[in-house]
């Protein structure tokens, strides 16, 4: 069965720095893009990064721009977001999710990270 | 960017009503929408896709349409495990974009 495996959480302080990670068995992870979705406490949803299959097409959020990095490791099946200069307001759930191998849609999500920033 | 708006922000209704969540974008976005369910605690849930299609398993009483800017998720008679928030999403163009969500309360 399909999914993606997400650590439950992390605490870091501001200024520093966090690699979250998404594993992705039960699927052929490189056929598949992949992004990036955070939740703030009580807050909707916001959508951060994404990344092709082959790694060739990357795309930002401007709120994280030039401070996350998203990469993957498709030999692990594993998706990461580099979390660079963090703020008490990165704080929130890190959703992991996968689109579909024929259109552009979300149809699997990770259970989420908690990230904790704070000092 | 394409902001999505959505309304209402909150809805009550009972058990067996039916409930319409409208969601409307800046810009045309043709049949690029998709709806998730989220309950409290747990990660998103993607219930429809290309504005009117059913991820497996989503049960017959959600539906989804519109077109261009204006869409919506209707839920039919609905049952104790619909109540929970809901956000729709562009993915015709980057950014990508949520809806700020609808939370539906039971009344």
């Known amino acids: 069965e399909a999914q993606l495996v997400q650590p439950v959480g992390d605490l870091v302080r501001p200024g520093e720095s966090l690699r979250l990670s998404c594993d992705g068995p039960?699927?052929?992870?490189?056929?598949?893009?992949m992004n990036w979705v955070r939740q703030a406490p009580g807050r909707g949803l916001e959508w951060l990064a994404y990344?092709?299959?082959?790694?060739?097409?990357?795309h930002y959020a401007d709120s994280v721009k030039g401070r996350f990095i998203v990469s993957r490791d498709n030999s692990k099946r594993s998706l990461f977001l580099r979390l660079n200069d963090v703020r008490v307001e990165d704080t929130g759930i890190y959703y992991c999710a996968r689109q579909t191998d024929v259109g552009f849609w979300i149809d699997l999500w990770g259970q989420g990270t908690l990230v904790t920033v704070s000092s | 960017d394409n902001q999505m708006t959505q309304s209402p922000s909150s809805l009550s209704a009972s058990v067996g009503d039916t409930v319409i969540i409208t969601c409307r974008a800046r810009h045309d976005i043709s049949n690029s929408l998709a709806w998730f369910q989220q309950k409290p605690g747990k990660a998103p849930k993607s219930l429809i896709y290309a504005t009117s299609s059913l991820h497996s398993g989503v049960p017959s009483r959600f539906s989804g349409s519109g077109s261009g800017t204006d869409f919506t998720l209707t839920i039919s008679s609905l049952q104790p495990e619909d109540f929970a928030t809901y956000y729709c999403?562009?993915?015709?163009?980057?950014?990508?974009?949520f809806g700020q969500g609808t939370r539906l309360e039971i009344k």
């Open positions: 039960g699927f052929i992870f490189s056929h598949f893009n």
């Open positions: 999403q562009q993915y015709k163009t980057f950014p990508y974009t």
């Open positions: 990344i092709s299959g082959g790694s060739t097409v990357i």
